[in-house]
Nanobody, 127 residues
Framework: QVQLVESGGGLVQAGGSLRLSCAASGRTFSSHAMGWFRQVPGKEREFVAAISGSGGSTYYAVSVKGRFTISRDNAKNTVYLQMNSLKPEDTAVYYC????????????????????WGQGTQVTVSS
């Protein structure tokens, strides 16, 4: 069982930056592809970014590409989401998710592909 704990959310003005962190328990973190999703009340949870277990492959939603960067430090069992040039429409609860995989280069963009989820962290971008 893997437990995920997000941190780093908060209130920021439009154009600002935040870095989210997601700390994972367990000794097999590098065997887990990781992803970030976000959800606004009343809407479905949407994909933001994904990274393979090795960290060598990443993928982004069109809405965040060029502004957000996903990365991971397998020695620290942590995945990050650096968010720059934030917009009010980025306001949401951000969740990290993990999926065990033997394919170190694979990443996943479907919510249903993930086995483990964090509790979420609120990001609010004011205009």
């Amino acid at each position: 069982q893997v437990q995920l704990v997000e941190s780093g959310g908060g209130l920021v003005q439009a154009g600002g930056s935040l870095r989210l962190s997601c700390a994972a328990s367990g000794r097999t973190f590098s065997s887990h592809a990781m992803g970030w999703f976000r959800q606004v009340p009343g809407k479905e949870r949407e994909f933001v970014a994904a990274i393979s277990g090795s960290g060598g492959s990443t993928y982004y939603a069109v809405s965040v590409k060029g502004r957000f960067t996903i990365s991971r430090d397998n020695a620290k069992n942590t995945v990050y989401l650096q968010m720059n040039s934030l917009k009010p429409e980025d306001t949401a609860v951000y969740y990290c998710a993990g999926r065990y995989t033997t394919e170190s280069r694979n990443y996943y963009i479907s919510e249903s592909a993930y086995d483990y989820w964090g509790q979420g962290t609120q990001v609010t971008v004011s205009s």
